[in-house]
């Protein structure tokens, strides 16, 4: 899969958790103040990733999973993805 195609993957999957339409979330929208995700959203959505991926993310990186952006960050680095 390509970079485009996992970033589109986990904008999908945290559109699915957040209950929201793709073209309402922006890669730097904050998922907590913007769209109202609480807590457990945000470990709902660090497990789909874990089992999309078959990465085992460190719940410490919560914190900077704050936005798209943030989140695909850390799934790139915890799969070794090569940055572009």
Same mark, same amino acid.
């Given at each position: 899969?390509?970079?485009? @195609?996992?970033?589109?993957?986990?904008?999908?999957?945290?559109?699915?958790? +957040? $209950?929201? %339409?793709?073209?309402? !979330?922006? /890669?730097?929208?904050?998922?907590?103040?913007?769209? @109202?995700?609480?807590?457990?959203?945000?470990?709902?959505?660090?497990?789909? +990733? $874990?089992? %999309?991926?078959?990465? !085992?993310? /460190?719940?410490?990186?919560?914190?900077?999973?704050?936005?798209?952006?943030?989140?695909?960050?850390?799934?790139?680095?915890?799969?070794?993805?090569?940055?572009?």
């Amino acid at each position: 899969m390509t970079t485009d @195609g996992n970033f589109a993957k986990i904008k999908e999957i945290v559109c699915e958790i +957040l $209950e929201l %339409e793709e073209d309402e !979330v922006t /890669d730097e929208g904050l998922f907590n103040e913007e769209y @109202g995700a609480d807590s457990l959203r945000a470990i709902e959505i660090l497990g789909s +990733l $874990e089992r %999309e991926f078959g990465v !085992v993310i /460190d719940q410490a990186e919560l914190a900077r999973m704050t936005n798209l952006r943030g989140v695909y960050d850390v799934v790139a680095e915890t799969a070794g993805w090569a940055k572009q």
